[in-house]
């Protein structure tokens, strides 16, 4: 078994940042894949971001490409999104997930689920 909590989320104007945590407890999870997904309002869940670090790769969604970074921190459990730049359309509950396929843009690919961090761009 593999908990996930997040953190980190909050209300943030355009054009500005913010990091997100997820913090994981319980088996190792250095071999799962990690990603970020979030939901809109009144939206489907969607792929953000995720990462496959045992083979060197890390997946974006053309929408948040070079503004979110993914990344991991192996000694303490956690993976991190760093998002800049952010828009109001960025505005979502933000979810970190853990699996160990490969196809990491798909939602089924995950086992593991946190309980998601709320992210809100407004001015």
């Known amino acids: 078994q593999v908990q996930l909590v997040e953190s980190g989320g909050g209300l943030v104007q355009p054009g500005g940042s913010l990091r997100l945590s997820c913090a994981a407890s319980g088996r190792t999870f250095s071999s799962y894949a990690m990603g970020w997904f979030r939901q809109p309002p009144g939206k489907e869940r969607e792929f953000v971001a995720a990462g496959r670090w045992s083979d060197g790769y890390t997946y974006y969604a053309e929408s948040v490409k070079g503004r979110f970074t993914i990344s991991r921190d192996n000694v303490k459990n956690t993976v991190y999104l760093q998002m800049n730049n952010l828009k109001p359309e960025d505005t979502a509950l933000y979810y970190c997930?853990?699996?160990?396929?490969?196809?990491?843009?798909?939602?089924?690919?995950?086992?593991?689920w946190g309980q998601g961090t709320q992210v809100t761009v407004s001015s």
């Open positions: 997930a853990a699996g160990g396929g490969y196809m990491v843009r798909t939602i089924t690919n995950y086992s593991y």
